[in-house]
């Protein structure tokens, strides 16, 4: 059996099999669009601030700039400012079985170390950066699936992204076997093992935990490297571990769970949403036609409840209201987020008419995927139901080519130029095509200030 740290160091680009370099170069595209709308949210201000203050490079470590900013700080720094961004707009892509997301801290953190390499004189090329995104992206699910299958708490993303970025990290600095085994081990202990149905039940700024589990992985791969230990791993390494490791290197995590978000609030509202917005198509119905609205879901997505949310985490966080707002508006993009939507009478009189209902069987069914099905209650008596159904974006129902595309342009228009945009994607999308400069310039692009801020005049995305 392959060990995690034999796959990290030894992986070559051409063992990478295309369908996962395909998911990568469309989860860096996706991602940067989310980022761009993320680095408008008061979260994103607080913490790029945090790491300026507290964060700042050293003469020994290039420095890296903050995505969507341009200023430098330490990797860490970077990586911490970059996964609270990408984290604050709930937009990105995601692995149901782990419950959680990788490459919101995934990608600001080797985003972070790449182009600290880059000031330092050591620049990585696109084919080398694809190797280390393909380590963190299948160590990350790996060692998730590994603590949800092995502890009795839910855990947040940040407490697995953690080994997954050290992984990473060790691969981008080039570190030995052994070394790696101790930034991942590192990377566990003292990454964030926050209680994700806290986030849930009382939403906040403190989100996914990624914010915490990107800093923690780059900053154990440094340590590693400087001769700190802290192997196993336990995630990784042992006997209790070893059944969601046994075929490393064979098969792919990132391949069979990838999957994607064409909005941006949780997961779990999303059969739900997509539910009620085929009823309203496909009846050719007005949300005045609606009395009230039935959800029969699984246990998590009734926690999620938000009937009645006043900011934009606990819109994000919710799942009654992200459904009333399809109701009303048809559509949920960066647009639905703005403070004053929290104010919209209609959506707000639906959201109050719907009812949550948890059914035995969707929670015991909603493992590898999360069901649910709408009933609409309406004005002329008529009560029309939907068919059970997952959320758009997993494997057997993808977003096309064009609902990737058009997402993104959603997302960044109004914030960064056409010009840019249409770069950014086009070199995210082929990025492993890239020699050290051609990264080094996506990395620019990325870097550099919103062309545009606050958004549309004088409106931030703010939290209250």
């Known amino acids: 059996m392959t060990t995690f740290s034999e796959f990290t160091g030894t992986l070559a680009y051409d063992a990478i099999p295309e369908e996962v370099r395909a998911i990568l170069r469309r989860s860096f595209a996706d991602t940067l669009g989310v980022a761009v709308v993320g680095a408008t949210t008061e ?61 919101s801290a995934v990608f600001p953190a080797l985003l ?100 915490w589990g990107a800093p923690s992985g780059v900053m154990a791969a440094y340590m590693a490297e400087l001769g700190f230990t802290g192997a196993p791993a336990i995630t990784a390494e042992g006997q209790a571990a070893a059944p969601w490791w046994s075929d490393l290197g064979q098969a792919w995590r990132v391949v069979e769970d990838t999957s994607y978000k064409p909005y941006p609030v949780c997961r779990w509202a999303h059969p739900s949403i997509d539910a009620a917005r085929d009823l309203m198509r496909d009846n050719k ?39 009333a707002t399809m109701i009303v508006r048809g559509k949920i993009g960066p647009q639905e987020l703005l403070p004053e939507v929290l104010q919209d009478e209609e959506i707000r009189r639906i959201s109050k008419a719907t009812e949550l209902v948890e059914t035995e069987h969707y929670t015991r069914i909603s ?19 939907s068919e059970a159904r997952t959320p758009k974006g997993d494997r057997d129902d993808p977003m096309t080519a064009e609902e990737f595309h058009t997402k993104y342009v959603n997302f960044t228009t109004g914030l960064i130029g056409k010009g840019r945009a249409d770069e950014m994607e086009a070199m995210a999308l082929s990025f492993d095509r890239l020699d050290s400069k051609g990264l080094s310039r996506l990395i620019g692009v990325v870097v550099a200030p919103l062309d545009r801020h606050p958004r549309r005049g004088t409106v931030t995305l703010t939290e209250g």
């Open 112 to 211: 972070a170390v790449a182009d600290s390499l880059r000031a330092s004189g050591a620049a990585i090329s696109g084919r080398e950066f694809m190797v280390a995104l393909a380590v963190a992206y299948e160590v990350a699910y790996r060692a998730g699936l590994t603590l949800h299958g092995t502890v009795s708490d839910y855990h947040t993303s940040g407490a697995w992204t953690a080994v997954g970025v050290a992984a990473g990290v060790s691969r981008l600095l080039g570190l030995s076997q052994q070394q790696t085994r101790h930034a991942a081990g590192i990377a566990e202990y003292h990454g964030p093992r926050s209680q994700m149905m806290r986030c849930i039940d009382f939403p906040t700024m403190l989100r996914d935990g990624v914010g």
């Open 285 to 323: 119905l007005s949300s005045e036609d609606v009395t009230r609205v039935r959800i029969q879901t699984f246990h998590y997505a009734v926690r999620l409840a938000g009937h009645n949310p006043k900011t934009l985490d606990e819109m994000s966080y919710s799942i009654a209201f992200p459904v």
């Open 367 to 385: 493992v590898g995927k999360r069901w649910a099905d709408v009933t609409l209650y309406l004005k002329d008596g008529r009560e029309i139901m």
């Open 43 to 103: 979260i994103a201000s607080i913490t790029r601030k945090i790491a300026d203050r507290l964060w700042r490079s050293s003469p020994e470590v290039g420095a890296a700039r903050m995505i969507f900013d341009g200023r430098p700080v330490s990797p860490a720094g970077a990586a911490f400012a970059g996964a609270f961004t990408v984290d604050s707009i709930d937009g990105h892509d995601n692995n149901s079985p782990c419950k959680g997301h990788a490459g």
